[in-house]
């Protein structure tokens, strides 16, 4: 088994990257508090695409909690293109980890032609989308020289959640003792990652040889999981390029289930909820027609297991634990690839995002370069 790639690496640094944001998350959060502490907000709209829009999504639950107003998680192009807003009091944020996505600039563009407040979130300093919106904060998860980003999904998303944490607490919408309870529970997610890479790691030894001829992979999963679903498809078929799909389970059961054959591989991210158990049944069913089911859950409820599932004690908590489910996703779009001959690093074309325009690249900030 490979290891030696930064994917890799940057799985394992996702734990730190994280701590960091936390501790951090005054000084890194400042300009765009002291900007909008005194600026009424109603809504919100946040807008990324590919595992900036996860990532969103990963943050929307806590967020609307903590806010207890609406936030959406969209697309650029569907905001710049479709989107009717009603209330002035909108704040459209921006986030692009690269900072130079074209689609992410149309998007600010049209919330600020629409008389509407906007922030901009990257990890590049220099990132074009800063001037495209009234502040700039910085995800602070180091220069990911990687085509597919691994650290950098849960850092957008507790970047996210630091942002509207720290301008609830300026506005006095959450205590300090509730923020106190959030981030422990944070905290106890976060020292679970380190586990949840080696019990991953040693998993997918298992399953490699079974996985690897695969041409049809699918991911499948629930609630706040979700967001997980979509970005372990996305990192798989980014690295794996085989073709890879990603469903919530209930839309898997309205039609999704008829195209299942033996050739079919499928992931279930089966979180603790209400749906654990119809996915146990789910697969009891499935096995009828693919041999190639691998479970990843929790032990709790899961009478009959094979080497084929990840049972393992994940922290459970709905609002973080996808920064748990997202790792064994990671650890496959890492190393399946290297067992293929593939370089998980670079993507099959670095030039792409040049060639068709969805990206400026600036020969320094290509996350396929060393410079």
């Not at 748990?324 to 670095?350: F, R, S």
């Amino acid at each position: 088994m490979l290891l030696d790639s930064k994917m890799y690496d940057y799985i394992c640094e996702t734990p730190v990257v994280l701590r960091n944001i936390i501790n951090n998350r005054k000084e890194i959060t400042k300009s765009f508090v002291n900007y909008y502490k005194d600026i009424n907000i109603e809504q919100i709209y946040v807008m990324g695409s590919g595992t900036s829009y996860h990532a969103v999504l990963a943050a929307k639950a806590y967020l609307e909690e903590i806010l207890n107003m609406k936030v959406f998680a969209m697309y650029p192009t569907h905001f710049e293109r479709s989107e009717k807003i009603f209330n002035k009091n909108t704040l459209v944020i921006g986030v692009s980890q690269s900072g130079q996505s074209l689609s992410t600039v149309a998007g600010l563009d049209s919330a600020k032609e629409k008389g509407l407040h906007t922030a901009a979130i990257s990890e590049n300093p220099t990132a074009l989308i800063f001037d495209h919106a009234d502040t700039a904060t910085r995800i602070e998860v180091g220069n990911e020289k990687c085509g597919a980003k691994t650290k950098g999904y849960a850092g957008t998303t507790v970047t996210l959640m630091m942002m509207l944490t720290e301008l609830a607490l300026v506005k006095g919408m959450i205590s300090e003792d509730a923020v106190q309870t959030y981030l422990s529970r944070m905290n106890t997610v976060i020292d679970n990652l380190g586990n949840v890479t080696e019990a991953s790691t040693e998993w997918y030894g298992r399953i490699k040889d079974e996985l690897l001829p695969s041409k049809r992979i699918i991911v499948v999963g629930y609630d706040n999981i979700y967001a997980d679903v979509l970005e372990g498809a996305l990192k798989i078929l980014e690295t794996v390029r085989q073709g890879v799909t990603g469903y919530d389970i209930e839309e898997f059961f309205h039609g999704i289930y008829n195209s299942i054959t033996e050739s079919a591989h499928i992931f279930y991210l089966a979180s603790k909820g209400d749906y654990k158990p119809r996915t146990l049944k789910l697969i009891e069913i499935l096995s009828e027609w693919t041999p190639h089911n691998y479970l990843i859950t929790s032990p709790e409820g899961v009478e009959h297991s094979s080497e084929k599932d990840l049972i393992f004690n994940f922290v459970e908590d709905p609002l973080f634990s996808t920064w748990e489910y997202i790792i064994p996703m990671q650890i496959v779009a890492c190393l399946a690839p290297q067992d293929l001959g593939i370089n998980p690093d670079i993507p099959k074309d670095p030039l792409f995002h040049k060639r068709i325009g969805s990206k400026i690249l600036d020969g320094v900030r290509d996350n396929f370069s060393d410079k």
